[in-house]
């Protein structure tokens, strides 16, 4: 800790009125030791970790802090405010405030002091001796360890604990550091034997701060109402898990994070409270209060109860989300979780079969089978094997969406009515559609059959041999004999129509799939718009309506990250340093066709940059129905242009909708009201969209 923090990093009379003050006055004096490389990219750092939960905790205190490629070595810096600092806290204003930096690669052992200083945050002896130091080097001896908190001071207000008199100085316990069982002081829960024991585990998106103070801060609650509580703490420094004996004898578990918990199924089938980092902070009694009574009515995970099994009963969805979510984030969840895992198979196959043609010619779709006619030292029967591999991985688009649209919602139950059922609705001629439909009703089988109550004997043979084979039997009948065929004509239908599609009516198609592919910049709206395209060529001889759509949707994907890079080139001044290096990248992941080089330009400014988008990719879509432009693969970007029907006048559309957005974006934001001040950064470097003039960075008024 001695190179972490010294005099010249502390401020006993910080006036700052407001976190980004106070971040900026402290970070500066990190960059006048040569700590921090660049202020206004290390502020806008803080910004983005602050936005994603406030830094401040009950007992008065702020802790902003992140990780940061502008942080040369892990550093400290403390202020003590008498008027208070407002960093979200539910009691209040804080008066102490720590800025932490860590380099993006800071190693294990900084990571592990760090973790000690916020865990000393939880003794209200540590606290009260800060507000009542006399200068910034005791203040800072005190804070390296160097001088002990008086022990006598006990006057001060108690931290988010609620410790006031410990003399507990962060250290862990033996029990959690070591992973090992906690000694037996005989009571039994509910009888004389043995105390009520815990395990737990926190986490917090950076885990430096948050992650630690909450361990302490259950561990001091434990120690105050005589229950042992161990605590993993899953941090940057890494976790060590919990003995599997410690988990075995444990009453409950208390989960406390904000992001997911590492190896979750550990705890499956015992009483959990399951609950954000800050709430064991500011609350642990609380929650060692519902484990217990959770306990004691015999309530327990789902996985043991109904024999789901993984993750404590979640399934991938859940564990990737937050409770309370309603059912249609679920549904579009469990449709993304599908795609996800069909979008490989596409680029893969896709760019293979694009290969094919561009060695072969158009006409390699008719060659016979490599198996059986294959000459080493003819590019035909290359282009054809590149061609038929490409098929054969395209082929699993639909059971593999399917399949994962299940998995997303019953875990791995689902997988194999899933791809029972996308292989039908290949069989059918059901489609895209047919896959949707298949994998939402595969998961729902699987999950009312596992709400069936099963004698305990049978539990083991049900993830292996009843659940596969019921639900492969109810889907593949379902799929089968009752809407299969109503799907399939759906699906024609609307093959039939798209093919119908000229003049008018194509390109209003187009400029909608443009705005579709430029209003979440890879997010669902654009994944719907991109699967629909994919799904129109996921065929051996796809339809030129098909391969149009294709065409203006890869076109219209690729202007968002285009525009913003000419934008930062040609009108520097309107962003950031850190928007201007973000522009470099964003040239080449444009020309790649990855929509979300946009990202954070649109993160740091959506109400300017998001339209913008949109009105350049309705123009890129539009016009490249219009020129009748198509394509086969589908992924590429440039780098495909040669297997572009109507190449030249695909660029020209591509570099129109470019033009269009970029110069909105700049009439835009040039007429924002300029400020006197550096706004608030968000993430990605561009400024806090929440604030009242999003955008650049403005030069700070003398």
Same mark, same amino acid.
């Given at each position: 800790?001695?190179?972490?923090?010294?005099?010249?990093?502390?401020?006993?009379?910080?006036?700052?009125?407001?976190?980004?003050?106070?971040?900026?006055?402290?970070?500066?004096?990190?960059?006048?030791?040569?700590?921090? *490389?660049?202020? &206004?990219?290390?502020?806008?750092?803080?910004?983005?970790?602050?936005?994603?939960?406030?830094?401040?905790?009950?007992?008065? !205190?702020? !802790?902003?802090?992140?990780?940061?490629?502008?942080?040369?070595?892990?550093?400290?810096?403390?202020?003590?405010?008498?008027?208070?600092?407002?960093?979200?806290?539910?009691?209040?204003?804080?008066?102490? !405030?720590?800025? !932490?930096?860590?380099?993006?690669?800071?190693?294990?052992?900084?990571?592990?002091?760090?973790?000690?200083?916020?865990?000393?945050?939880?003794?209200?002896?540590?606290?009260?001796?800060?507000?009542?130091?006399?200068?910034?080097?005791?203040?800072?001896?005190?804070?390296?360890?160097?001088?002990?908190?008086?022990?006598? &001071?006990?006057?001060?207000?108690?931290?988010?604990?609620?410790?006031?008199?410990?003399?507990?100085?962060?250290?862990?316990?033996?029990?959690?550091?070591?992973?090992?069982?906690?000694?037996?002081?005989?009571?039994?829960?509910?009888?004389? &034997?043995?105390?009520?024991?815990?395990?737990?585990?926190?986490?917090?998106?950076?885990?430096?701060?948050?992650?630690?103070?909450?361990?302490?801060?259950?561990?001091?609650?434990?120690?105050?109402?005589?229950?042992?509580? #161990?605590?993993? *703490?899953?941090?940057?420094?890494?976790?060590?898990?919990?003995?599997?004996?410690?988990?075995?004898?444990?009453?409950?578990?208390?989960?406390?994070?904000?992001?997911?918990?590492?190896?979750?199924?550990?705890?499956?089938?015992?009483?959990?409270?399951?609950?954000?980092?800050?709430?064991?902070?500011?609350?642990?009694?609380?929650?060692?209060?519902? #484990?217990?009574?959770?306990?004691?009515?015999?309530?327990?995970?789902?996985?043991?109860?109904?024999?789901?099994?993984?993750?404590?009963?979640?399934?991938?969805?859940?564990?990737?989300?937050?409770?309370?979510?309603?059912?249609?984030?679920?549904?579009?969840?469990?449709?993304?979780?599908?795609?996800?895992?069909?979008?490989?198979?596409?680029?893969?196959?896709?760019?293979?079969?694009?290969?094919?043609?561009?060695?072969?010619?158009?006409? @390699?779709?008719?060659?016979?089978?490599?198996?059986?006619?294959?000459?080493? *030292?003819?590019?035909?029967?290359?282009?054809?094997?590149?061609?038929?591999?490409?098929?054969?991985?395209?082929?699993?688009?639909?059971?593999?969406?399917?399949?994962?649209?299940?998995?997303?919602?019953?875990?791995?139950?689902?997988?194999?009515?899933?791809?029972?059922?996308?292989?039908?609705?290949?069989?059918?001629?059901?489609?895209?559609?047919?896959?949707?439909?298949?994998?939402?009703?595969?998961?729902?089988?699987?999950?009312?059959?596992?709400?069936?109550?099963?004698?305990?004997?049978?539990?083991?043979?049900?993830?292996?041999?009843?659940?596969?084979?019921?639900?492969?039997?109810?889907?593949?009948?379902?799929?089968?004999?009752?809407?299969?065929?109503?799907?399939?004509?759906?699906?024609?239908?609307?093959?039939?129509?798209?093919?119908?599609?000229?003049?008018?009516?194509?390109?209003?198609?187009?400029?909608?799939?443009?705005?579709?592919?430029?209003?979440?910049?890879?997010?669902?709206?654009?994944?719907?718009?991109?699967?629909?395209?994919?799904?129109?060529?996921?065929?051996?001889?796809?339809?030129?309506?098909?391969?149009?759509?294709?065409?203006?949707?890869?076109?219209?994907?690729?202007?968002?990250?285009?525009?913003?890079?000419?934008?930062?080139?040609?009108?520097?001044?309107?962003?950031?340093?850190?928007?201007?290096?973000?522009?470099?990248?964003?040239?080449?992941?444009?020309?790649?066709?990855?929509?979300?080089?946009?990202?954070?330009?649109?993160?740091?400014?959506?109400?300017?940059?998001?339209?913008?988008?949109?009105?350049?990719?309705?123009?890129?879509?539009?016009?490249?129905?219009?020129?009748?432009?198509?394509?086969?693969?589908?992924?590429?970007?440039?780098?495909?242009?040669?297997?572009?029907?109507?190449?030249?006048?695909?660029?020209?559309?591509?570099?129109?909708?470019?033009?269009?957005?970029?110069?909105?974006? @700049?009439?835009?934001?040039?007429?924002?009201?300029?400020?006197?001040?550096?706004?608030?950064?968000?993430?990605?470097?561009?400024?806090?969209?929440?604030?009242?003039?999003?955008?650049?960075?403005?030069?700070?008024?003398?």
């Amino acid at each position: 800790m001695s190179d972490m923090i010294t005099a010249d990093l502390v401020d006993l009379d910080l006036s700052a009125d407001s976190k980004e003050a106070a971040a900026r006055a402290l970070a500066e004096r990190m960059v006048a030791l040569g700590r921090v *490389t660049d202020l &206004d990219g290390f502020l806008a750092d803080v910004a983005a970790r602050e936005a994603q939960m406030p830094t401040g905790l009950d007992g008065g !205190i702020g !802790i902003p802090h992140c990780r940061s490629e502008h942080v040369t070595e892990p550093t400290l810096a403390f202020g003590r405010s008498a008027a208070g600092v407002d960093f979200g806290a539910a009691d209040g204003p804080a008066d102490l !405030i720590f800025l !932490i930096a860590a380099p993006a690669g800071a190693d294990d052992a900084h990571l592990t002091i760090l973790s000690s200083l916020a865990r000393q945050l939880m003794n209200a002896e540590f606290t009260a001796a800060l507000r009542s130091a006399g200068d910034a080097t005791a203040a800072a001896a005190l804070i390296r360890g160097e001088e002990p908190a008086p022990a006598e &001071d006990t006057a001060a207000p108690e931290g988010p604990a609620g410790d006031a008199g410990t003399a507990d100085t962060g250290a862990v316990p033996a029990a959690a550091s070591a992973g090992t069982a906690p000694g037996s002081t005989g009571q039994q829960p509910g009888g004389p &034997d043995r105390p009520f024991r815990i395990v737990a585990v926190t986490s917090c998106p950076t885990g430096i701060a948050h992650t630690y103070m909450a361990a302490e801060s259950l561990e001091n609650a434990g120690r105050e109402e005589g229950v042992e509580v #161990v605590v993993e *703490t899953q941090g940057s420094a890494g976790f060590t898990r919990l003995d599997p004996a410690v988990i075995a004898a444990a009453d409950g578990v208390i989960l406390a994070h904000d992001v997911a918990v590492r190896e979750k199924d550990r705890f499956a089938g015992k009483p959990t409270v399951d609950t954000g980092v800050k709430a064991a902070i500011n609350r642990p009694g609380e929650l060692i209060g519902e #484990v217990r009574d959770k306990a004691a009515r015999g309530e327990v995970t789902a996985s043991a109860a109904g024999g789901r099994g993984g993750d404590g009963g979640a399934t991938p969805v859940e564990r990737g989300g937050e409770s309370g979510e309603g059912y249609g984030t679920k549904l579009r969840k469990w449709l993304m979780s599908g795609v996800s895992y069909m979008v490989p198979f596409v680029a893969a196959g896709g760019l293979l079969i694009a290969l094919g043609f561009a060695i072969g010619g158009y006409e @390699i779709n008719k060659a016979p089978s490599v198996m059986d006619h294959f000459v080493w *030292t003819q590019a035909d029967s290359w282009a054809a094997l590149l061609f038929q591999i490409g098929g054969v991985a395209f082929a699993f688009l639909v059971p593999v969406l399917a399949g994962y649209i299940a998995y997303g919602m019953a875990d791995r139950p689902g997988l194999v009515p899933g791809f029972v059922g996308g292989s039908i609705a290949l069989t059918i001629n059901a489609g895209f559609l047919g896959g949707l439909a298949a994998g939402l009703i595969s998961g729902a089988v699987v999950l009312a059959i596992q709400r069936v109550p099963i004698p305990k004997a049978l539990r083991g043979i049900m993830p292996v041999v009843v659940i596969p084979l019921v639900s492969a039997a109810v889907v593949g009948f379902l799929m089968f004999v009752v809407i299969g065929k109503p799907i399939a004509s759906a699906q024609s239908g609307m093959t039939d129509w798209l093919n119908g599609l000229s003049g008018a009516n194509a390109v209003l198609l187009g400029a909608l799939l443009g705005l579709m592919m430029c209003f979440d910049l890879g997010g669902p709206v654009n994944k719907v718009a991109y699967t629909f395209a994919t799904a129109g060529i996921a065929v051996a001889s796809p339809s030129d309506s098909a391969m149009k759509i294709m065409a203006a949707v890869m076109a219209a994907g690729m202007v968002p990250p285009l525009a913003m890079a000419l934008a930062t080139t040609v009108r520097g001044r309107l962003f950031n340093a850190a928007e201007r290096e973000n522009g470099k990248a964003a040239w080449v992941l444009g020309a790649s066709f990855i929509s979300e080089g946009a990202i954070p330009f649109a993160a740091a400014d959506p109400l300017r940059v998001i339209p913008s988008s949109m009105v350049g990719g309705a123009v890129t879509g539009a016009l490249s129905m219009a020129f009748g432009a198509t394509l086969r693969a589908p992924h590429g970007g440039i780098f495909v242009v040669p297997l572009i029907g109507n190449p030249l006048l695909y660029l020209v559309a591509i570099a129109a909708g470019v033009c269009v957005t970029t110069a909105l974006v @700049i009439v835009l934001k040039g007429l924002r009201k300029p400020v006197t001040g550096t706004p608030a950064q968000g993430p990605g470097g561009g400024a806090d969209p929440s604030a009242p003039t999003p955008g650049a960075e403005q030069p700070v008024a003398a």
